[in-house]
């Protein structure tokens, strides 16, 4: 099945770029979403249902769903990745693909004329072709930095909020998920929030807790950010009294102002 640039092969578990020859073997969690969206192409998939439904009985939780959607969309590519639209309270849809028609204006433009200047983009192609190879022989693979979850927290108010942790591993993170469902639950309190984004993280030596409000007042884009150290065991980064003092509900100008924090126990 195509989809955008991409070839589905669902018999062999595989997504292809055709453009750059990329074969994505998928993963138990994206091959199931992915089957799923395909087979109700056009429909909303409730989330319920992409989160079970496995042959062997087993259960997708919702991080491992939103983590799916994420790096399903991240192969797509920019160009491709609202085939994979998100409903609002519901779930997910695959849009159908459409290959765009060229166009009178378009097949002129490619005349003679164009040819040296097509030439000069082939040839800077090829070199950045080349330096690609050279670089992946001889240096480190480099891939970006993935959210190791995405929870979406609804308020009282219906207002969402995004809930994104990273770590630079996939194992040895239940401090960092404890610390986020400490939060999930505090903001579960707010009746709305001018924050629409939290981003947490802790340090490698997990000394220090990382976290970052995004959020928009009146049009302004603004942003928090507060470390909380704690050298104690068991860490206690999130309490209810670090929380009175942070007033994440609170949306008076004074607490939301830009502002770099750090608190030290």
Request: proline share 4%.
């Amino acid at each position: 099945m195509q989809l955008g640039h991409c070839r589905f092969d669902s018999d062999k578990g595989e997504l292809i770029n055709q453009e750059s020859g990329l074969v994505w073997s998928l993963p138990r969690a994206e091959l199931h979403v992915l089957r799923l969206l395909v087979e109700y192409q056009g429909k909303v998939v409730a989330k319920p249902i992409l989160e079970s439904g496995h042959k062997d009985g087993s259960h997708l939780s919702s991080a491992s769903v939103a983590r799916a959607i994420f790096t399903l969309r991240s192969f797509l590519g920019p160009q491709h990745e609202t085939l994979i639209e998100t409903v609002k309270g519901q779930g997910y849809l695959l849009r159908h693909h459409r290959a765009r028609k060229e166009t009178r204006y378009q097949r002129r433009r490619f005349t003679i004329k164009s040819l040296p200047v097509l030439l000069v983009v082939i040839s800077l192609f090829s070199v950045l072709l080349l330096s690609l190879w050279w670089f992946n022989r001889l240096g480190p693979s480099i891939s970006p930095t993935m959210p190791l979850s995405i929870d979406t927290v609804t308020l009282d108010s219906g207002q969402e909020v995004e809930m994104i942790l990273y770590s630079p591993s996939n194992t040895n993170n239940e401090l960092l998920i404890a610390q986020g469902q400490l939060l999930t639950q505090s903001l579960l309190h707010c009746h709305e929030t001018v924050w629409n984004k939290v981003f947490l993280s802790l340090s490698h030596d997990k000394q220090v807790l990382n976290i970052t409000f995004r959020g928009d007042y009146f049009g302004q884009s603004i942003i928090r950010n507060i470390k909380i150290s704690d050298l104690r065991q068991p860490k206690r980064f999130i309490n209810p009294e670090w929380l009175k003092q942070v007033s994440i509900c609170d949306s008076s100008p004074v607490q939301i102002a830009s502002s770099h924090q750090s608190w030290r126990r």
